[in-house]
């Protein structure tokens, strides 16, 4: 075989230039054609690409290499890059490939099991591991994952504005991406409650975002800073989508004012839509998705939007109202998976003047009548600051309202038992304290079936705009009112 000592390379990870076969290699273009970034660095490049070096000098050689092409010695290992699992906003969902009927999909509930590393060491004045700076301004949704890189990149959506911002982390600043050519990014006019993505894994992974011009499938090539994006339907997203029976569904709003369901697999091709039976006109105040088994929902301020598996495979689209007088409250959380597997949304009853638990996916459900609204992650809610795994409307024999001054709002599951969650003083009831405007003291709280580890306090406005995700080995804290992203080491 004879080597070229000067010129291109072709690889699967790219095309590579080399001046000099000694002096190393710099990816010129990417594998998917186009031209990489002069803004990254050498280092930059080096850490997604997880390029290799020689023993003696800093020449970096492609990741397919192992021995130096000029003189056959071994090359040194590449330098550490995030290959953990991916995150998937806003709780860290599995990726599209990796759902499964048999887990809910939409909970507070991280796919991963994970934990700080040296928890007993943190308390409340613990200064935090890591510390990044945030995006330009605006509101963001954070994804992990490989996206054109060898190792796991993080990447920001403003999902008002359709922007994508890639972090470099050798240049330790934020860059933006740039369509590659064809189409921009929409911007999603969804709030940020309402408002989730999905990700199929892969060397170029693909993200699905719901916007104003459809359900988008971007996949961003970040050493190039730039991305492509297509869309499916042609209509705006009203509801975010959620993987259910492998493939990724959202309901759009056509122009005629009709609703529709669109489909796409995991590799970006297109199902036949659905047509909703029974519905109307309007879904009014669509909250987050959840998908277990043979159904998906989106609850709605008017009513349930339900996707149901057949017997012979097919899925099916319809609309349920609530029974009459009934009102559903999403800012308490996730819906109750019970150990049935069954999911119950909290309501309110206005004829009758009690909160209730209402069975999701039912055209007749089942109805559980509750003291107090709590707050929910999925398996976990909490009355007051005291953490529960029993039903929620159930009561605890022996309440202790003394600490009903703290209220812990959980953030994320994070393995059996294990809940982040943030702990506020309040004196007002639960829905006055989600409407107050007030800069207010919050407190990250560890709380496992072992031990309840406070590791971090701040003080902002809104603190349940607060979200969590993973990257490099840490768990990171962003809000849209703080001017940095504090992270903290997990164990391995």
């Keep these: 075989m004879t080597l070229k000592n000067t010129g291109e ?72 890059g995030d290959v953990t699992a991916p995150w998937i906003p806003p709780f860290g ?54 996206f054109g890189t060898r190792a796991n990149a993080l990447l920001a959506v403003d999902t008002g504005k359709g922007m994508l911002f890639g972090w470099l982390p050798a240049s330790e600043n934020w860059q933006a991406l740039h369509s590659a050519s064809g189409p921009l990014l929409s911007e999603s006019s969804l709030p940020r409650d309402s408002w989730r993505g999905e990700m199929a894994t892969a060397f170029y992974s693909r993200l699905y975002l719901p916007t104003a011009a459809g359900l988008a499938c971007v996949t961003p090539d970040l050493p190039a800073l730039q991305y492509e994006v297509s869309y499916i ?27 529709q369901i669109v489909g796409v697999d995991a590799d970006g091709a297109a199902c036949a839509p659905l047509a909703v039976s029974g519905a109307p006109r309007h879904l009014e105040g669509v909250s987050l998705p959840v998908a277990y088994g043979r159904m998906a929902v989106w609850p709605c301020q008017n009513g349930q939007l339900h996707l149901q598996l057949q017997a012979d495979g097919s899925v099916a689209a319809q609309f349920l109202p609530w029974p009459a007088s009934i009102v559903p409250h999403f800012q308490f959380g996730s819906p109750y998976q019970s150990s049935t597997g069954a999911l119950w949304q909290l309501c309110f009853d206005n004829q009758e003047g009690y909160y209730t638990y209402l069975e999701l996916g039912k055209a007749v459900p089942e109805r559980e009548r509750a003291d107090a609204p709590r707050f929910c992650s999925g398996s976990v809610n909490y009355r007051f600051a005291a953490k529960l795994k029993s ?96 992270g903290w080491s997990l164990a391995a």
Excluded at 16 to 25: A, H, K, P, R, V
Excluded at 123 to 133: C, I, K, M
Excluded at 454 to 475: E, K, N, Q, S
Aim: proline letters at 8%.
């Design 9 to 80: 390379w072709q690889l699967d990870s790219g095309i590579w230039l080399t001046e000099n076969i000694e002096s190393g290699f710099k990816l010129v273009r990417t594998a998917a054609g186009h031209v990489a970034s002069p803004k990254l660095k050498t280092e930059d490049m080096a850490l997604f690409m997880q390029t290799l070096k020689s023993a003696n000098d800093t020449a970096q050689f492609p990741p397919e290499f192992q021995y130096s092409p000029a003189n056959g010695t071994p090359l040194v290992a590449p330098l550490a």
């Design 93 to 146: 969902a599995r990726p599209i490939a990796e759902a499964l009927n048999a887990e809910a999909t939409g909970l507070r509930k991280s796919s991963v099991t994970f934990t700080l590393l040296n928890k007993a060491d943190f308390n409340g004045e613990s200064e935090e591991d890591a510390v990044l700076p945030v995006p330009p301004p605006g509101e963001y949704q954070f994804f992990s994952g490989a």
């Design 391 to 486: 039903q929620p409307w159930r009561e605890p024999e022996q309440g202790d309202d003394v600490a009903a001054s703290e209220v812990v709002i959980p953030l994320l599951e994070v393995g059996p038992g294990a809940v982040v969650g943030m702990r506020l003083s309040s004196r007002q009831g639960l829905a006055a304290l989600l409407e107050t405007t007030d800069r207010t003291r919050l407190q990250l709280v560890w709380d496992d079936d072992n031990s309840e580890t406070v590791f971090h306090t701040t003080v902002v406005a809104r603190p349940w705009r607060l979200r969590l995700f993973t990257h490099g080995g840490r768990v990171w804290a962003y809000h849209p009112e703080l001017q940095r992203i504090c």
């Design 233 to 259: 339907g042609k209509g705006a997203a009203v509801g975010a989508p959620v993987v259910f029976n492998h493939t990724v569904w959202a309901p759009l709003q056509l122009s005629d004012g009709s609703l």
